[in-house]
Structure formats: C-alpha cells, structure tokens
C-alpha cells in the first residue's frame, strides 16, 4: 500500500558529509511524521531526528548539531544532511513515517519502515 524508498547511503571518510533521502509512494492521503532511525551493528534502533508534517524537528543527542532534517511534502519526501561524520555514525539507516492511507470505509493510520540504507564512515 506505502513504500518508502531511500538512497544516498554509501561510504565516507570521517568528518565527511552524506545526504540521505526518502520518497514516500502509494496509497497516501497524508503524512504525519516523517523521520530517521538507525541501527548499528549488535546495536538497537535509535532515533536520530524526526520532522512534522508542520516542519517541527526533534533530534536525538547522536547527531544533534552535525545533522539537519527536512522534507519536501509536496514530494512525500524526507532529507537527512548528515555532516562532520565520525566511525561512530555508521549503522544501517532507516526511514520511518505516519501515513494516513484511504480505505473502502474510510482511512487508516500506518507506520510505514524504508528498507534502510548503510552508511560506513571509514577511511
């Protein structure tokens, strides 16, 4: 019904630099909150930074002050600029979003998980 697509993981060297987007398709009337979450080895998922449909943020302590997070609404799409990066941030990333979607008798409310995308910051 949603899918949540993301890109722009990959390698970098510390104290570099990585955009991560999320596009968000399917069966949406609206979304709520859109946000980040990662995931390191042997590690839980923890969150990193969410935005409201209103463009409101939250940032976890992890990446506060070297990451910024935005979205398009017009696009169903969320950004994460992740900056000054150490060997520490690397995890698998994950988008997560609350979506509104139409049913036959009315809508229904989903929290709807991108498959994730790995940032390795290494040199």
């Known amino acids: 019904q949603v899918q949540l697509v993301e890109s722009g993981g990959g390698l970098v060297q510390p104290g570099g630099s990585l955009r991560l987007s999320c596009a968000a398709s399917?069966?949406?009337?609206?979304?709520?909150?859109m946000g980040w979450y990662r995931q390191a080895p042997g590690k839980q998922r923890e969150l990193v930074a969410t935005?409201?449909?209103?463009?409101?943020?939250n940032y976890a302590d992890s990446l506060k002050g070297r990451s910024t997070i935005s979205r398009d609404n017009a696009k169903n799409t969320v950004y994460l600029q992740m900056n000054s990066l150490k060997a520490e941030d690397t995890a698998v990333y994950y988008c997560?979003?609350?979506?509104?979607?139409?049913?036959?008798?009315?809508?229904?409310?989903?929290?709807?998980w991108g498959q994730g995308t790995l940032v390795t910051v290494s040199s």
């Open positions: 997560n979003a609350g979506v509104t979607t139409r049913t036959t008798y009315g809508y229904r409310y989903l929290e709807v």
């Open positions: 399917g069966n949406i009337v609206s979304i709520s909150v």
């Open positions: 935005v409201a449909s209103s463009s409101s943020t």
